[in-house]
């Protein structure tokens, strides 16, 4: 009758280094991903065509300086923030820049890049006003960019979290 062996095999080493990764190295990858491909949306927003809205000579409300809506954007990666708009508003005081995250919570284990613009009248600048003050700026100044460059973006976050 054959005598029957049994193999022991300590995981628990590599188990260990697994859970590293997946807890500590992927996420900071996908946070540095994000918050590189966060800004380069969050600039192509304010200075590619159509532009952010900003107000020129001409403009009827004397109350709203030159670049708040431009410099009311802030970037935030999982609740964080790690970027804002603030030295593209010319005259802008940055009255408008958020300190913190208002958006829902972020599920455990996921990870989240939110672009805000927070001057109270940026989604009516967005959706409508066709004709601005400053030639180069235009509606859908955000979603352009989203939907022209989302393969950009995307390029971007996959490069930082490739292994």
Sequence with gaps: MPSSKV???DASRAMRRLGLFNKRILPGKIRRGLTAAGTKFMT???ISDPTTPIRRPGYADLQRKAGELRASGALFVDGVKKGSTVKYGEKATGRYQPDKYGGLPIAPGSHEACLVFNAPYAATQHELFPAKTE?????YYMSKKLYGNGVEYISIVAQAVRL
């Design 7 to 9: 193999m022991h095999l």
């Design 44 to 46: 192509d927003v304010v």
């Design 135 to 139: 030639p180069t700026a235009g509606k």
